[in-house]
Protein backbone atom coordinates (compact mmCIF):
# COMPACT_ATOMS: atom_id res chain seq x y z
CA UNK A 1 0.00 0.00 0.00
CA UNK A 2 1.27 3.31 -1.17
CA UNK A 3 -0.01 6.89 -1.10
CA UNK A 4 0.65 6.48 -4.97
CA UNK A 5 -2.98 4.66 -5.14
CA UNK A 6 -4.59 6.38 -2.17
CA UNK A 7 -5.00 9.98 -1.90
CA UNK A 8 -3.75 10.54 -5.46
CA UNK A 9 -4.93 14.55 -5.90
CA UNK A 10 -7.96 15.33 -6.24
CA UNK A 11 -10.07 13.45 -8.87
CA UNK A 12 -13.51 11.53 -9.61
CA UNK A 13 -13.24 8.05 -11.03
CA UNK A 14 -15.89 5.07 -12.37
CA UNK A 15 -14.34 1.95 -10.91
CA UNK A 16 -16.23 -1.22 -11.91
CA UNK A 17 -13.35 -3.73 -11.26
CA UNK A 18 -12.53 -5.48 -8.05
CA UNK A 19 -8.93 -5.62 -9.61
CA UNK A 20 -8.32 -2.30 -10.13
CA UNK A 21 -5.43 -1.33 -7.95
CA UNK A 22 -6.53 1.48 -6.14
CA UNK A 23 -9.60 -1.09 -4.89
CA UNK A 24 -6.81 -3.62 -4.33
CA UNK A 25 -5.05 -1.41 -1.94
CA UNK A 26 -8.62 -0.18 -0.20
CA UNK A 27 -9.39 -3.63 0.36
CA UNK A 28 -5.70 -4.66 1.62
CA UNK A 29 -6.19 -1.90 4.71
CA UNK A 30 -8.21 -5.00 6.00
CA UNK A 31 -4.93 -5.93 7.49
CA UNK A 32 -3.32 -4.07 10.26
CA UNK A 33 0.26 -4.33 8.59
CA UNK A 34 -0.91 -2.68 5.53
CA UNK A 35 -2.97 0.01 7.52
CA UNK A 36 0.14 0.53 9.27
CA UNK A 37 2.42 0.82 6.03
CA UNK A 38 0.09 3.64 4.75
CA UNK A 39 -1.14 4.79 8.16
CA UNK A 40 -4.65 4.95 7.15
CA UNK A 41 -7.60 3.16 7.47
CA UNK A 42 -11.48 3.21 6.55
CA UNK A 43 -14.50 4.31 8.09
CA UNK A 44 -18.49 3.30 6.85
CA UNK A 45 -21.43 5.40 6.30
CA UNK A 46 -22.05 8.57 5.23
CA UNK A 47 -22.90 10.49 8.77
CA UNK A 48 -19.82 9.61 9.78
CA UNK A 49 -17.63 10.46 7.01
CA UNK A 50 -20.04 13.71 7.43
CA UNK A 51 -18.80 13.97 10.94
CA UNK A 52 -15.19 12.74 10.68
CA UNK A 53 -14.72 16.09 7.94
CA UNK A 54 -16.47 18.55 10.42
CA UNK A 55 -13.96 17.52 12.58
CA UNK A 56 -11.00 18.14 10.20
CA UNK A 57 -9.75 14.62 9.40
CA UNK A 58 -7.93 14.26 6.38
CA UNK A 59 -10.13 12.12 4.27
CA UNK A 60 -7.60 10.58 1.27
CA UNK A 61 -10.19 8.34 -0.50
CA UNK A 62 -14.36 8.96 -1.07
CA UNK A 63 -16.38 5.53 -2.57
CA UNK A 64 -19.82 6.07 -3.39
CA UNK A 65 -22.29 3.25 -4.83
CA UNK A 66 -23.28 4.28 -7.76
CA UNK A 67 -26.69 3.89 -6.90
CA UNK A 68 -26.18 7.15 -4.13
CA UNK A 69 -24.98 9.78 -7.31
CA UNK A 70 -27.08 12.81 -7.17
CA UNK A 71 -27.65 12.51 -3.29
CA UNK A 72 -27.38 15.96 -1.87
CA UNK A 73 -25.00 14.52 0.74
CA UNK A 74 -23.13 12.47 -1.38
CA UNK A 75 -22.54 15.23 -3.98
CA UNK A 76 -21.32 17.21 -1.00
CA UNK A 77 -19.15 15.43 0.49
CA UNK A 78 -17.84 13.98 -2.83
CA UNK A 79 -17.11 17.97 -3.11
CA UNK A 80 -15.73 18.19 0.31
CA UNK A 81 -13.25 15.10 -0.58
CA UNK A 82 -11.98 16.41 -4.18
CA UNK A 83 -11.51 20.09 -2.01
CA UNK A 84 -9.39 18.43 0.70
CA UNK A 85 -6.97 16.89 -2.41
CA UNK A 86 -8.80 13.17 -2.24
CA UNK A 87 -10.11 10.83 -4.69
CA UNK A 88 -13.46 10.28 -5.16
CA UNK A 89 -14.44 6.60 -6.88
CA UNK A 90 -17.91 5.75 -8.24
CA UNK A 91 -18.46 1.91 -7.69
CA UNK A 92 -21.08 -0.48 -8.52
CA UNK A 93 -22.83 -1.82 -5.08
CA UNK A 94 -21.11 -4.75 -5.61
CA UNK A 95 -17.52 -3.68 -4.86
CA UNK A 96 -18.28 -1.66 -1.95
CA UNK A 97 -19.77 -4.96 -0.24
CA UNK A 98 -16.41 -6.35 -1.49
CA UNK A 99 -14.66 -3.34 0.08
CA UNK A 100 -16.62 -3.27 3.53
CA UNK A 101 -17.35 -6.79 3.64
CA UNK A 102 -20.58 -6.70 4.27
CA UNK A 103 -23.70 -8.43 1.95
CA UNK A 104 -25.36 -4.88 2.50
CA UNK A 105 -22.53 -2.53 2.56
CA UNK A 106 -23.48 1.31 3.57
CA UNK A 107 -23.97 3.23 0.28
CA UNK A 108 -20.26 5.38 1.03
CA UNK A 109 -16.98 4.58 2.62
CA UNK A 110 -13.96 6.44 2.97
CA UNK A 111 -10.69 6.36 3.79
CA UNK A 112 -9.04 8.97 6.60
CA UNK A 113 -4.96 9.07 7.83
CA UNK A 114 -4.56 7.79 11.28
CA UNK A 115 -4.65 10.24 14.15
CA UNK A 116 -3.01 9.44 17.53
CA UNK A 117 -2.83 12.26 20.36
CA UNK A 118 0.56 12.55 21.92
CA UNK A 119 0.38 11.43 25.65
CA UNK A 120 2.76 14.91 26.34
CA UNK A 121 -0.13 16.82 25.01
CA UNK A 122 -2.77 15.07 27.60
CA UNK A 123 -3.06 17.35 30.55
CA UNK A 124 -5.81 16.70 32.51
CA UNK A 125 -7.59 19.40 34.12
CA UNK A 126 -10.48 19.60 36.68
CA UNK A 127 -13.45 17.94 35.50
CA UNK A 128 -11.62 15.99 33.08
CA UNK A 129 -11.93 11.95 33.37
CA UNK A 130 -9.38 9.63 31.09
CA UNK A 131 -9.48 6.27 30.27
CA UNK A 132 -6.38 4.09 30.22
CA UNK A 133 -6.68 0.37 29.04
CA UNK A 134 -4.07 -1.92 29.76
CA UNK A 135 -3.42 -4.43 26.46
CA UNK A 136 -6.86 -4.44 25.37
CA UNK A 137 -7.21 -7.03 22.98
CA UNK A 138 -11.45 -7.16 21.98
CA UNK A 139 -11.80 -4.88 19.03
CA UNK A 140 -15.59 -4.42 19.86
CA UNK A 141 -14.32 -3.95 23.51
CA UNK A 142 -12.04 -1.33 22.25
CA UNK A 143 -14.62 0.51 20.04
CA UNK A 144 -17.23 0.16 22.79
CA UNK A 145 -15.17 1.92 25.00
CA UNK A 146 -14.17 5.13 22.90
CA UNK A 147 -17.86 5.21 22.09
CA UNK A 148 -18.80 5.26 25.51
CA UNK A 149 -15.95 7.67 26.53
CA UNK A 150 -17.51 10.12 24.22
CA UNK A 151 -20.69 9.72 25.46
CA UNK A 152 -19.63 9.85 29.70
CA UNK A 153 -17.45 13.27 28.14
CA UNK A 154 -14.25 11.49 28.97
CA UNK A 155 -11.23 13.56 27.60
CA UNK A 156 -9.30 10.59 25.97
CA UNK A 157 -8.16 6.70 25.90
CA UNK A 158 -4.74 5.59 26.38
CA UNK A 159 -4.15 2.22 25.43
CA UNK A 160 -1.17 0.89 27.26
CA UNK A 161 1.23 -1.50 25.97
CA UNK A 162 0.14 -4.47 23.13
CA UNK A 163 -3.51 -3.50 22.06
CA UNK A 164 -5.83 -4.11 19.18
CA UNK A 165 -5.90 -1.72 16.54
CA UNK A 166 -8.22 0.88 17.19
CA UNK A 167 -8.32 1.64 13.63
CA UNK A 168 -9.54 -1.73 12.89
CA UNK A 169 -12.49 -1.71 10.78
CA UNK A 170 -14.05 -3.80 13.78
CA UNK A 171 -13.21 -0.98 16.17
CA UNK A 172 -13.99 1.98 13.97
CA UNK A 173 -17.65 -0.17 13.37
CA UNK A 174 -17.88 -0.21 16.99
CA UNK A 175 -17.34 3.08 18.26
CA UNK A 176 -19.93 4.70 15.88
CA UNK A 177 -17.84 7.79 14.91
CA UNK A 178 -16.79 8.49 18.48
CA UNK A 179 -13.11 7.41 17.38
CA UNK A 180 -13.40 10.92 14.89
CA UNK A 181 -14.05 12.72 18.54
CA UNK A 182 -12.06 11.28 21.39
CA UNK A 183 -8.55 11.48 21.14
CA UNK A 184 -6.48 8.27 21.40
CA UNK A 185 -2.91 8.29 22.95
CA UNK A 186 -0.53 4.94 23.14
CA UNK A 187 2.21 4.24 25.67
CA UNK A 188 3.92 1.34 27.10
CA UNK A 189 3.94 0.85 31.09
CA UNK A 190 7.17 2.73 31.89
CA UNK A 191 5.71 5.63 29.60
CA UNK A 192 2.52 6.14 31.10
CA UNK A 193 3.85 6.01 34.43
CA UNK A 194 6.29 8.62 34.03
CA UNK A 195 3.30 10.89 32.53
CA UNK A 196 1.35 10.28 35.14
CA UNK A 197 3.47 11.02 37.77
CA UNK A 198 3.95 14.76 36.88
CA UNK A 199 -0.30 15.17 36.86
CA UNK A 200 -2.55 16.21 39.83
CA UNK A 201 -5.17 13.75 38.47
CA UNK A 202 -6.08 10.28 40.42
CA UNK A 203 -5.52 6.86 39.03
CA UNK A 204 -8.20 5.15 40.18
CA UNK A 205 -7.24 0.92 38.96
CA UNK A 206 -10.10 -1.50 38.70
CA UNK A 207 -9.27 -4.65 40.19
CA UNK A 208 -11.37 -7.97 41.24
CA UNK A 209 -9.74 -7.76 44.47
CA UNK A 210 -9.58 -4.00 44.91
CA UNK A 211 -9.90 -2.92 48.26
CA UNK A 212 -11.94 0.19 47.62
CA UNK A 213 -16.37 -0.06 46.78
CA UNK A 214 -15.77 2.43 43.42
CA UNK A 215 -18.85 3.85 44.55
CA UNK A 216 -17.19 5.53 47.73
CA UNK A 217 -14.05 7.41 45.89
CA UNK A 218 -14.42 11.13 45.38
CA UNK A 219 -14.03 12.11 41.89
CA UNK A 220 -15.01 15.91 42.18
CA UNK A 221 -11.22 16.86 44.03
CA UNK A 222 -8.94 16.17 41.07
CA UNK A 223 -9.41 14.83 37.32
CA UNK A 224 -9.38 11.16 37.39
CA UNK A 225 -7.48 8.16 35.23
CA UNK A 226 -9.45 5.03 35.23
CA UNK A 227 -7.37 2.40 34.54
CA UNK A 228 -8.97 -0.74 33.34
CA UNK A 229 -7.34 -4.52 33.23
CA UNK A 230 -6.73 -6.75 30.08
CA UNK A 231 -10.12 -8.99 29.25
CA UNK A 232 -7.75 -12.00 30.50
CA UNK A 233 -4.90 -11.52 33.02
CA UNK A 234 -6.61 -8.25 34.50
CA UNK A 235 -3.99 -5.47 35.72
CA UNK A 236 -0.47 -5.90 36.07
CA UNK A 237 1.09 -5.43 39.65
CA UNK A 238 3.30 -2.93 38.02
CA UNK A 239 0.57 -0.77 37.03
CA UNK A 240 -1.87 -1.93 40.21
CA UNK A 241 0.77 -0.93 42.30
CA UNK A 242 0.81 2.07 41.23
CA UNK A 243 -2.43 3.74 41.51
CA UNK A 244 -4.26 6.15 44.44
CA UNK A 245 -6.91 3.41 44.37
CA UNK A 246 -8.17 0.39 43.75
CA UNK A 247 -11.59 0.01 42.90
CA UNK A 248 -14.04 -2.67 42.34
CA UNK A 249 -17.10 -3.06 41.60
CA UNK A 250 -19.77 -5.23 44.02
CA UNK A 251 -21.18 -8.47 42.18
CA UNK A 252 -23.38 -10.96 42.95
CA UNK A 253 -24.35 -14.29 40.76
CA UNK A 254 -21.80 -16.61 39.74
CA UNK A 255 -20.23 -14.36 36.91
CA UNK A 256 -16.27 -13.66 37.94
CA UNK A 257 -15.71 -10.28 36.65
CA UNK A 258 -17.71 -8.14 34.22
CA UNK A 259 -16.94 -7.78 30.83
CA UNK A 260 -13.93 -5.14 30.17
CA UNK A 261 -16.34 -2.70 28.61
CA UNK A 262 -19.32 -2.86 30.81
CA UNK A 263 -16.77 -1.99 33.74
CA UNK A 264 -15.30 0.80 32.58
CA UNK A 265 -19.01 2.16 31.41
CA UNK A 266 -19.94 1.49 35.12
CA UNK A 267 -16.90 3.70 36.51
CA UNK A 268 -16.95 6.36 33.95
CA UNK A 269 -20.86 6.92 34.45
CA UNK A 270 -19.99 6.98 38.38
CA UNK A 271 -16.65 9.10 38.08
CA UNK A 272 -18.33 11.33 35.76
CA UNK A 273 -22.16 11.46 37.91
CA UNK A 274 -21.64 15.08 38.83
CA UNK A 275 -20.91 16.34 35.47
CA UNK A 276 -23.71 14.48 33.80
CA UNK A 277 -27.00 16.25 33.59
CA UNK A 278 -30.16 15.51 32.18
N1 LIG B 1 -9.61 -12.65 34.90
C1 LIG B 1 -9.45 -11.25 34.92
C2 LIG B 1 -8.94 -10.78 36.28
O1 LIG B 1 -8.59 -11.64 37.06
O2 LIG B 1 -8.84 -9.60 36.54
C3 LIG B 1 -10.76 -10.60 34.57
C4 LIG B 1 -10.56 -9.36 33.85
S1 LIG B 1 -12.04 -8.46 33.52
C5 LIG B 1 -12.80 -9.39 32.28
C6 LIG B 1 -11.35 -7.11 32.68
C7 LIG B 1 -11.20 -5.88 33.50
O3 LIG B 1 -12.47 -5.32 33.77
C8 LIG B 1 -10.55 -6.05 34.84
O4 LIG B 1 -9.15 -6.10 34.76
C9 LIG B 1 -11.03 -4.79 35.54
O5 LIG B 1 -10.30 -3.69 35.09
C10 LIG B 1 -12.45 -4.68 35.03
N2 LIG B 1 -13.43 -5.36 35.88
C11 LIG B 1 -14.30 -6.31 35.53
N3 LIG B 1 -15.10 -6.64 36.56
C12 LIG B 1 -14.73 -5.84 37.59
C13 LIG B 1 -15.19 -5.69 38.95
N4 LIG B 1 -16.18 -6.40 39.44
N5 LIG B 1 -14.56 -4.76 39.71
C14 LIG B 1 -13.55 -4.02 39.25
N6 LIG B 1 -13.07 -4.13 37.98
C15 LIG B 1 -13.66 -5.02 37.17
Redesign the pocket.
Known sequence: MTQSTIGRVGQVKEITSLSNPVIKDIRALGQKKNRDRSSSFMAEGLKLIIDALDQGWRIQTLVYAKDAKGSANVDSVAARTVAAGGLVLEVPQKVLGAITRRDNPQMVCGVFEQRYAALKDLHPKAGETYVAL?RVRDPGNLGTIIRTADAAGASGVILIGDSTDPFSLETIRATMGSIFAVPVARSDIAGFLKWRDGKDALLV??????AVD?RMIDYTASPAIL?????????PPALAERCDRL?????SGRA?????A???A??LFEARRHLLEV
Not at 227 to 234: I, K, P, W, Y
Not at 256 to 260: G, H, K, P, T
Open positions: DGTHLEGYLMGNEQAGLARIPQDSLNLVATVM
